[in-house]
């Protein structure tokens, strides 16, 4: 498990995490389940490794925040859950869910509930949502 994908080419994401595609950072790229809910998965393009390169993983979290803070800020989501989970994709991503109290499966955990109700159009209001932020990195 943790496999780290060399290359993040949009066709390779999506194939491998059947996930759509949102964006490019320089430390990781974004993907959107494509579910009614505000599932996002970020995808290292490092290891998580502390005894390898520590400063990528703050940077890489600090990331993660920043993007949390830019998502709160504008009201695109408000409570969120982070895991690096990666039981059922061996490669490394980490979870990063905004959870509402009138969603389809609140208060529980949304792994547990699967399948959630599909959207194509959740992922497309979320990257629409992002552009500045990803537009002025």
């Known amino acids: 498990m943790d496999l780290i994908l060399p290359t993040?080419?949009?066709e390779i994401l999506e194939t491998t995490f059947d996930s759509v595609y949102l964006y490019d950072h320089p430390l990781y790229s974004l993907m959107a389940e494509k579910t009614a809910?505000?599932?996002l998965l970020v995808v290292p393009k490092k290891a998580l490794?502390?005894?390898g390169d520590l400063d990528y993983?703050?940077?890489l979290y600090g990331?993660?925040?920043?993007?949390i803070g830019f998502m709160q800020k504008h009201?695109?989501?408000e409570h969120f859950n982070i895991a690096k989970i990666g039981n059922k994709n061996p490669n490394q991503h980490i979870h990063l869910i905004f959870r509402e109290e009138n969603d389809e499966v609140w208060?529980?955990?949304v792994w547990c509930h699967e399948p959630l109700k599909p959207s194509l159009k959740t992922p497309e209001k979320l990257k629409l949502?992002?552009?500045d932020f990803y537009q002025n990195l």
């Open 107 to 109: 208060p529980d955990a």
């Open 63 to 67: 990331s993660i925040y920043q993007l």
């Open 37 to 39: 809910m505000k599932w």
């Open 8 to 10: 993040h080419t949009p």
């Open 75 to 77: 009201k695109i989501g």
């Open 49 to 51: 490794d502390a005894e």
């Open 129 to 131: 949502a992002l552009k």
């Open 57 to 59: 993983i703050q940077n």
